[in-house]
Antibody, heavy 114, light 110 residues
Framework: EVQLEESGGGLVQPGGSLRLSCAASGFTISTYWMAWIRQAPGKGLEWVANINQDGGTKYYVDSVKGRFTISRDNAKNSLYLQMNNLRVEDTAVYYC???????WGQGTLVTVSS | QSVLTQPPSVSAAPGQKVTISCSGINSNIGINSVSWYQQLPGTAPKLLIYDNNKVPSGIPERFSGSKSGTSATLGITGLQTGDEADYYCGTWDSSLSGYVFGPGTKVTVL
């Protein structure tokens, strides 16, 4: 059974940093593109970033370019999202996904507030 | 402002059929496949339709998808109370080099 489990969310002040992790099980991430998608409270879905199988190709939504970095560790079957210089508008549930989008994790909440 | 357009809401009585439209442009729906996602209240989204009209294993055949030109449509037949949810279309936009979602459509069973 495919499972994606996010962790690392929490409350952070504007300008702060967080690193989200996604542990995959039931499949080997090395053969799949992976992605992060977020959903602000009461709002719709927004693609954040995705990364190819070997980590050599990455795409980001304009609003996070230069602040967020997507990465992966295929040996650990894990996906990551390093988020720096966080803004209030980054507050959302962040979902880890296999491809765009076959499977979704349950999400982890990131709250940016002073 | 979403790149894709969906109606904010649709409703119908139990057993009836609803359709949800998703409108885009050539650089997204026009040349890339469309997926549909269902998000039940308080839960993570789930894949409903992929590659315009393919139904994943485990999804009832009451759900169907189609695409024509720069528009796609999700159909739900035999509407049930358990179908009350938000439905999103999504596709890759080759001009933006990014994945785009519609704003979502809330389905209400009367």
């Amino acid at each position: 059974e495919v499972q994606l489990e996010e962790s690392g969310g929490g409350l952070v002040q504007p300008g702060g940093s967080l690193r989200l992790s996604c542990a995959a099980s039931g499949f080997t991430i090395s053969t799949y593109w992976m992605a992060w998608i977020r959903q602000a409270p009461g709002k719709g879905l927004e693609w954040v970033a995705n990364i190819n199988q070997d980590g050599g190709t990455k795409y980001y939504v304009d609003s996070v370019k230069g602040r967020f970095t997507i990465s992966r560790d295929n040996a650990k079957n894990s996906l990551y999202l390093q988020m720096n210089n966080l803004r209030v508008e980054d507050t959302a549930v962040y979902y880890c996904t296999r491809k765009l989008v076959e499977y979704w994790g349950q999400g982890t909440l990131v709250t940016v507030s002073s | 402002q979403s790149v894709l357009t969906q109606p904010p809401s649709v409703s119908a009585a139990p057993g009836q059929k609803v359709t949800i439209s998703c409108s885009g442009i050539n650089s997204n729906i026009g040349i890339n496949s469309v997926s549909w996602y269902q998000q039940l209240p308080g839960t993570a989204p789930k894949l409903l339709i992929y590659d315009n009209n393919k139904v994943p294993s485990g999804i009832p055949e009451r759900f169907s998808g189609s695409k024509s030109g720069t528009s796609a449509t999700l159909g739900i037949t035999g509407l049930q109370t358990g179908d009350e949810a938000d439905y999103y279309c999504g596709t890759w936009d080759s001009s933006l080099s990014g994945y785009v979602f519609g704003p979502g459509t809330k389905v209400t069973v009367l």
